[in-house]
């Protein structure tokens, strides 16, 4: 399945570069989810919610990186 390709692609970019921003430098956090389509059963707020799940770690770690307080 090409979902499956993706992810493995991301993966091993991910090992190789590390997380690169669309600047060309080495990026702090990745932001990307890949969800399998299939795996939520049609349901919308599944999807959402998986979808999301890392966001407010992310924000979190982003605060603190930037020292807000």
Same mark, same amino acid.
């Given at each position: 399945?090409?979902?499956?390709?993706?992810?493995?692609?991301?993966?091993?970019?991910?090992?190789?570069?590390?997380?690169?921003?669309?600047?060309?430098?080495?990026? #702090?956090? =990745?932001?990307?989810?890949? /969800?399998?389509?299939?795996?939520?059963?049609? !349901?919308?707020?599944? +999807? #959402?919610?998986?979808?999301?799940?890392? +966001?407010?770690? %992310? /924000?979190? %770690?982003? +605060?603190? =990186?930037? !020292?807000? %307080?």
């Amino acid at each position: 399945e090409v979902w499956r390709e993706c992810i493995a692609m991301h993966r091993q970019l991910r090992v190789v570069c590390g997380v690169i921003a669309s600047t060309g430098h080495r990026a #702090s956090r =990745d932001i990307v989810q890949f /969800v399998p389509f299939s795996a939520c059963h049609g !349901n919308p707020q599944t +999807l #959402s919610q998986a979808v999301l799940a890392e +966001l407010p770690g %992310q /924000v979190v %770690q982003y +605060l603190k =990186d930037a !020292n807000v %307080q």
